[in-house]
């Protein structure tokens, strides 16, 4: 057997790819871009289009490939709503399967995304709600073919793998499709008789920012109200989206009202690049997951981010623009309605001695008059009572000589 690609048309020769668009578009680049060895790099890629019911060629081009680094090609603004490319494989031998990575298709100046993978599967026998039923058993391709056209899917004789576990056992794998029927449906840990059916996804996006009606990026500080000269910490959170590997996020605060203070990195995330510009109100960071393990499917706290009120009032920690990529093909912008902002309310704290800030005599009232009580009418003429429990006790100590270090007035801090 011709073992050259991974797709795999009847006599396994080509690697082909399709795309299908509702309407006419205009093609002008394609970037290619391989991480196997050398020996899986094709050689020779052919761009078709569609017209009058045919594919018909439009450009065979020799290419020369370096692992990791995107080849574009240009392609002359070719218009059609269909589109395959073929990829010859650079050896014949069935140890080095032709490996196509990364794809990117320029359309009317808009980069569009490849994914490849394999599609899920369903969960039991009789669950539909799968990709494998949606494309492949349900789809007509907007009227263009009978749904599970073996002419067009090749999906007969042999069974394709998905990525979905089984319920009832869970460290297998769902099969589907084989035994000349598409809507065939097994399980297994090993076998030779499935094979491997990538599927194409494209992000057709024109923009590059493709909402999800989501708040996916949020800042979320862990007291909503301090004190004049109080420092807060803002969790950086994204959520409500899935194989994020890194982030880069651009960030504005009130600097009237606010101090930023610095960072905090959290376990699973590394902080790449940080750019402060204080005086301007902005913040960058550059955010990386570390690993595999640590790629974004859930609610995840990014980086911690310390402010310090500096004046009373409401204040903004909002988002200016965040990018976001899943280590693979997509690379996007967020859009606004998926970010949302932090509000920090700055109060004035009363000091003991009512003198308008703490100082080393607030700390000794505070001391001469432990395990009283506050309400007595000797002690009224003083807020003892800082953390407002009803006594006066060493954690009322703690936070006046803590309110009393961040006080930039009291003498021995200058």
Known sequence: MNNKSYYI???????????????????NKLQIMVNGSAASLPEKVTIEYFENQTYKVHSVQSIVLAKDKFLTLNIDGLSSNKFR???????????????????RLS????????????????????????????YLINSDLNGTITPGNHEYWNIN????????????????????????????????????TAGFRPVLFIDNDHDNTEGSGEVVLDIVPEKETINLN?????????????????????????????????????DGMKLVKSIEETENEKLRVIIASKGEANI??????LLKLKFKGIQTGEALVDRMMCRVTDGIAM??????????????????????????EFTLLDLGIGARNLFKDPSEPALAIYNTDIVADGEINEDDLLEIGKFMLENPNYETNN
């Open 9 to 27: 048309t009847d006599n396994n020769e080509l690697l082909k790819l399709a795309c299908t668009y509702d309407e006419d578009v205009n093609i």
């Open 85 to 103: 490319i073929k990829f010859e494989s650079q050896y014949d031998h069935p140890n080095y399967p032709l490996r196509i990575n990364n794809l």
């Open 107 to 134: 359309t009317d100046f808009s980069m569009h995304n490849f994914k490849t993978r394999i599609l899920t599967g369903g969960f039991e026998y009789d669950d539909t709600e799968n990709e494998w039923s949606k």
């Open 157 to 192: 004789g042999v069974g394709s793998w998905t990525s979905t576990s089984p319920t009832v056992a869970p460290s297998q794998k769902v099969i589907q499709g084989g035994n000349n029927t598409v809507t065939d449906w097994t399980y297994q840990e090993t076998t030779n």
């Open 230 to 266: 109080e420092t807060v910490t803002a969790d950086l959170v994204i959520e409500n989206i899935s194989e994020i590997a890194a982030e880069d996020i651009k960030l504005a605060y009130d600097n009237e009202k606010l101090e930023f203070v610095g960072f905090e990195e959290v």
């Open 296 to 301: 974004v499917n859930e609610r995840e706290v």
């Open 331 to 356: 690379e996007r912008n967020l859009a606004d309605e998926e970010c949302d902002k932090g509000t920090i309310t700055i109060e004035r704290l009363m000091d003991v001695n009512h003198s308008g």
